[in-house]
């Protein structure tokens, strides 16, 4: 949905690339990006035909709600659960659009989809234990609200350099933050990419949930899964995003450095990259 908020405010052109990963028989990523997202028979398609790459594009965007959901499960059940997340928030888009308290309820509204998934999972014994990430940007044409659950990511990449908005909901990051281990420590820790927050948990969930500053013009709002960030550091993100192209070009670089670096088993990779510029006038 695109909608008008006149001079002064920020246009958004994006894009999103999605790939299977070199190795996997399923396809348990996925995203939402102006109304568009990986379909189940997109998914299947995906899932027979590891070349195939999941796309879509949007432009001039005023207001927006962008997300990506990594599941997770085996066999169908994570692709079940990533969609039924971004289907969720596609569904209730106008709505959140409308809220005059969006942190509030994308609150409410991330608890509702915990449970939904919660329930299928209990009741289907082939989606037990389904789950999946979510990393979320709300822009009503003037506030932007963020919205974080699991390991996939939210940055922000301005001339100062590249920022990580969002903290994972790992094990390791847990324990580093409480400076219970180092960062050197973090790379050898067994655990260090066990979930305890997801999208499918048992129990009633609170997300992180946060305002964000509206982006200065030329700026870059990145949402990826771990399948980029698992093999593709922070300074080499920031290399690309401060390098030549536009948000496709880049996009797709960061997509296919992670693909060239995936081992045999490597994960599903997703990059939603969106360009902030100054919305000079009437973009309807």
């Known amino acids: 949905m695109i909608g008008h908020i006149g001079r ?36 299947r398609r995906m899932s027979q035909n590891s070349g195939e790459v999941a796309y879509s594009v949007a432009r001039g965007m005023n207001r927006f709600l962008v997300a990506v959901s990594d599941g997770m499960g085996g066999h169908s059940s994570g692709e079940i659960a990533s969609g039924m997340t971004v289907e969720y928030f596609l569904e209730h888009e106008a709505e959140l659009f ?21 329930q299928l999972s209990d009741t289907r014994k082939e989606y037990h234990g389904m ?43 847990r324990l580093y933050d ?8 973090l790379k050898k820790f067994p655990s260090r990419k066990a979930l305890y927050k997801y999208i499918g948990r048992p129990g009633e969930l609170v997300a992180d949930v946060f305002p964000l500053s509206p982006p200065v013009d030329n700026s870059f ?9 698992d ?8 290399d ?38 100054k919305d000079g006038g009437d973009s309807r």
């Open 98 to 118: 409308s809220e005059p308290y969006p942190q509030e309820a994308l609150s409410k509204h991330i608890a509702a989809l915990n449970r939904k998934v919660c």
């Open 240 to 277: 690309v995003l401060s390098g030549p192209g536009n948000e496709e070009e880049k996009a797709e670089q960061l997509m296919r450095i992670a693909e060239g670096r995936n081992a045999p088993w490597g994960d599903n990779i997703t990059v939603l990259l969106a360009r902030i510029t």
């Open 178 to 185: 409480l400076s219970l281990l180092t960062q050197e420590d």
């Open 131 to 173: 789950g999946a990430t979510l990393s979320l940007v709300l822009c009503d044409g003037v506030r932007w609200t963020a919205a974080q659950v699991g390991d996939s990511r939210i940055y922000l990449y301005t001339q100062g350099g590249l920022h990580q908005l969002s903290t994972d909901h790992t094990e390791g990051q």
């Open 221 to 229: 709002l990145l949402l990826c899964s771990d399948g980029l960030t």
């Open 231 to 238: 093999v593709v550091s922070d300074q080499e993100i920031e």
């Open 8 to 43: 002064g405010g920020s246009a958004m052109d994006a894009v999103a690339f999605s790939h299977i990963g070199n190795g996997r028989d399923s396809h348990e990523d996925n995203y939402l990006l102006q109304g568009e997202y990986i379909r189940p028979n997109q998914q």
